[in-house]
């Protein structure tokens, strides 16, 4: 399994970018998939995740509005729209593959497999 | 929203300690826990999912307990290399991880 991202960098606040996380070594289009952010010198926070096909999002309520989540499973490529960014949203951005594990009935039920991160850094 | 709570937030042990970290969430999550670690600059690595399963490859004196709402992470003897960053997460409902333990060595 691979997991690459793309499309960090530094954007003013306000501003927006779109990150990618290609996948390989795996039937993306059958996995859900979420990402993960960590602030410098802090630890994870849950962002977003996807279903599927695509049809079900989940996000936290620190982005709820200003970040989307989608998938191109013809692309094998996850993406997050990140739109009126602050600078609290400086931070390494995972992408990550769930697993579910025998028995597990949530929508998400582990994360098994990360990319190396993509740093976003939001500055004015 | 379920939180997390770890503790210690940090702790300095010896090579060959025995070492637990505590996980409580705010209300039941049966076995919906996982716990990670993360070393310095790197992405986080599943070490226990549904609370007490190991994940292929993970060395054994890694185990995870618990179930509902207290959960533990026991490293049984300490190898230079388990110096790192571990994190709880529920999935029960949307995830949510712990603040982190930070293993340091002393």
């Known amino acids: 399994v691979q997991l690459l991202e793309s499309g960090g960098g530094l954007v003013q606040t306000g501003g927006s970018l779109r990150l990618s996380c290609a996948g390989s070594g795996f039937v993306f289009s059958s996995y859900a998939m979420s990402w993960v952010r960590q602030a410098p010198g802090r630890g994870l926070e849950w962002v977003s995740s996807i279903g599927t096909t695509g049809a079900d999002t989940y996000s936290a309520d620190s982005v709820k509005g200003r970040f989307s989540i989608s998938r191109d499973n013809s692309k094998n490529t996850l993406y997050m729209q990140m739109n009126n960014l602050r600078a609290e949203d400086t931070a390494v951005y995972y992408c990550a593959k769930d697993e579910p594990w025998g028995g597990c009935r949530s929508a998400t039920c582990l994360f098994d497999s990360w990319g190396q991160g993509t740093l976003v850094t939001v500055s004015s | 929203d379920i939180q997390m709570t770890q503790s210690p937030s940090s702790l300095s042990a010896s090579v060959g300690d025995r070492v637990t970290i505590t996980c409580r969430a705010s209300q039941s999550i049966g076995r919906y826990l996982n716990w990670y670690q993360q070393k310095v600059g790197e992405a986080p690595k599943v070490l226990i999912y549904?609370?007490?399963t190991l994940q292929r490859g993970v060395p054994s004196r890694f185990s995870g307990g618990g179930s509902g709402t207290e959960f533990t992470l026991t490293i049984s003897g300490l190898q230079p290399e388990d110096f790192a960053t571990y994190y709880c997460q529920q999935t029960y409902t949307t995830p949510r991880f712990g603040g982190g333990t930070k293993v340091e060595i002393k």
């Open positions: 549904a609370a007490s």
